[in-house]
């Protein structure tokens, strides 16, 4: 009977409070320099301490430089203090750092699993949105605040109401060229950025089932673009062995509550939706909501005024043939190995148009810089033109304080595309990597199946 949300939420769930919220037993707690230091300095400030600094992790990712070479100045005024101040509340609490230069630095979503960290059927959470991303190895893993943070790290639960459960089936194949954030725009584009409000969301159907890990990763990320308390999808055989051997992972499976993690045949899910991935097309978004999503064969329908002036572009204009500015493959959406490799294939020699102004590639973790260089991807992009950074949050998130002049376009692999997102007045459509790299070599929005 029971949903893969409902075993991990019972399985979770110390006490139920007189008013109906649950006390829910978190196993793991990941922050970062943005909105870590504030949770672990207010807790400190009200001598409380960690109740299990093993359970709690700390990355350092939005605020870094990702500029060969960086050390802690950032290009974000006063961003070192965040840097600093996380690192010390950090160490005085006796958590876990992955620090600038640590090996193991990157994003908290990419180098969560590449440390077995995240695991199937955990409870995990971070003052982070995206931390939806890791319910890919069917763990429940939602974003907070920093208060929550705070409780968390201190009681080892949080009180919470239980969502209602959405399931989402994407049955059929993905077309060549079509990838899962195709299909996460796809289902922003027809079901809204609200579509998920209030659910858990499972994804489950063939589509899913084909998918690798790092593609599962890429959809689940865009659960909270949908609203989503979070997204997950049962683990299975590639989920276990992504997480095999991992430090932070067991030695030995819970083989069986791992296999239990799946929903009953029976399952009631509070909302149903579906989708055929094989209807699908490479998706570009066209506005400042990232259900402003179209095929990339598609014109401007007729959006928010405040939308069409913002991206400088009127209703019934096709998407592709845009100039852009700046193309940027990274964010934990798409900055994996796969997502590099995948980027670099379609490159390999050829150079990006002459009108780009600047294009990079920002991988997600130093482990995935350190595998892509190893393959020589790194070679591919500079001879291409991209510039080859440190890992980091960098250009998906204007905290990295690295800008453009206002107006630009860029052509991005990530997840947001708000009004100044990027940086002040920056135009930002988000794509797949094989989108961005399309759009660099031509210089215009772009549809990767005719480079292919
Ligand atoms: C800074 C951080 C709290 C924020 C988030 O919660 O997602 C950021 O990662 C983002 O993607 O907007
Ligand atoms: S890469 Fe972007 S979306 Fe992901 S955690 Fe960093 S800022 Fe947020």
Redesign the pocket.
């Known amino acids: 009977m029971p949903t893969l949300v409902d075993k991990i939420w019972d399985h979770h769930r110390a006490a139920t409070t007189p008013g109906g919220a649950d006390l829910i037993a978190i196993d793991r707690i990941f922050l970062h320099e943005r909105t870590g230091a504030a949770a672990l300095k207010s807790m400190a400030a009200a001598g409380r301490r960690v109740r299990d600094p093993a359970r709690v992790f700390v990355g350092m990712?939005?605020i870094v430089d990702t500029r060969p070479g960086r050390s802690d100045q950032t290009l974000m005024p006063g961003g070192q203090g965040f840097i600093s101040e996380t690192r010390a509340a950090a160490k005085a609490a006796g958590l876990t750092i992955f620090d600038v230069s640590d090996p193991d630095q990157g994003?908290v979503?990419v180098i969560s699993p590449e440390l077995g960290i995240v695991l199937p059927g955990c409870t995990l959470v971070a003052p982070?949105s995206?931390t939806c991303t890791q319910g890919a190895f069917g763990a429940l893993a939602w974003g907070i605040g920093s208060s929550e943070a705070e409780h968390a790290m201190v009681t080892g639960t949080l009180r919470l109401t239980r969502p209602k459960t959405m399931r989402i089936r994407l049955d059929g194949r993905l077309a060549a060229g079509v990838t899962a954030k195709d299909l996460a725009l796809a289902l922003l584009a027809r079901f809204g950025a609200g579509g998920g409000a209030g659910h858990a969301v499972e994804y489950t159907g063939a589509a899913v089932a084909a998918m690798d890990m790092e593609a599962r990763q890429t959809l689940c990320n865009m659960a909270t673009e949908f609203s989503a308390f979070t997204g997950i999808i049962a683990p299975d055989e590639a989920a276990y062995a992504a997480l095999a051997g991992r430090r932070y992972a067991p030695a030995a499976f819970d083989a069986p509550w791992w296999q239990s993690l799946h929903s009953d045949a029976d399952a009631h899910f509070d909302a149903e939706l579906a989708l055929d991935a094989g209807q699908v097309a490479p998706m570009v978004s066209w506005g400042t909501s990232p259900e402003h999503s179209i095929a990339i064969d598609a014109a401007l329908p007729a959006g928010p005024a405040r939308a069409h002036d913002y991206i400088g572009l009127a209703a019934g204009t096709p998407i592709a043939g845009t100039p852009i500015d700046v193309a940027f493959i990274g964010?934990?959406?798409n900055s994996r190995l796969s997502d590099l490799r995948r980027a670099a294939a379609l490159l390999k020699g050829r150079r990006i148009a002459p009108g780009i102004k600047k294009a990079l590639v920002v991988p997600g973790s130093s482990a995935v810089k350190r595998e892509a260089e190893a393959e020589g991807l790194h070679a591919v992009f500079q001879a291409a033109g991209f510039e080859w950074r440190e890992s980091g949050?960098s250009l998906?998130?204007y905290a990295g304080g690295e800008g453009f002049p206002p107006g630009s376009r860029t052509i991005s692999s990530?997840?947001?595309n708000f009004e100044g997102r990027q940086g002040p007045g920056i135009r930002t459509h988000i794509a797949s990597p094989e989108t961005v790299v399309a759009s660099a070599l031509a210089g215009v929005i772009a549809d990767p199946r005719q480079i292919a």
């Open positions: 990712d939005h994003i979503h982070d995206h964010s934990c959406t949050c998906c998130f990530t997840n947001r």
